[in-house]
């Protein structure tokens, strides 16, 4: 390369090639959600997870109840009772567990940091779930 090119255009070559690719982190950062969004195994993923830590929250939350410990526990105790006594919500085998999970996750976030999808799919749980949970005030 160098002696095809000279030493000055050899060495200025991978400069500019990286000059080049200094807008596709931006890119990403900026429209990286979306592009993810489109990928169903990203989907998957996201959805996955979101029941893993919905799951972990409750499964603390349940076991700080029993500890009678209160260290702000995202579920107020009188519907920790509820979800107890109905255990069919709560088993991750149900097949309505992953749409739980999910509102339980939406409905403990604050609601200026929901997007308009996050929003109306909240909606459509609570009234699905409202005589399970209710979220703390």
Excluded at 8 to 20: D, E, I, R, T
Excluded at 58 to 69: K, S
Excluded at 79 to 101: A, D, Y
Excluded at 102 to 116: F, G, H, P
Aim: aromatic content about 10%; hydrophobic content about 40%; proline content about 6%.
């Amino acid at each position: 390369m160098y002696a095809k090119l000279g030493i000055h255009w050899a060495a200025a070559l991978p400069g500019f090639l990286a000059f080049a690719c200094i807008p596709f982190p931006i890119l990403f950062y900026k429209y990286g959600a979306q592009i993810r969004a489109r990928c169903k195994y990203a989907a998957d993923a996201e959805r996955t997870m979101k029941a893993l830590v919905a799951a972990r929250r409750a499964a603390e939350a349940d076991e700080e109840a029993r500890e009678g410990g209160d260290k702000g526990d995202e579920l107020d105790p009188p519907s920790l009772g509820r979800i107890k006594s109905n255990v069919s919500v709560m088993n991750p085998e149900h097949p309505r567990h992953q749409e739980w999970s999910v509102y339980t996750i939406l409905a403990n976030r604050d609601e200026v940091d929901l997007s308009d999808t996050e929003r109306m799919r909240l909606a459509g749980l609570r009234k699905d779930f409202a005589k399970y949970h209710h979220p703390a005030e």
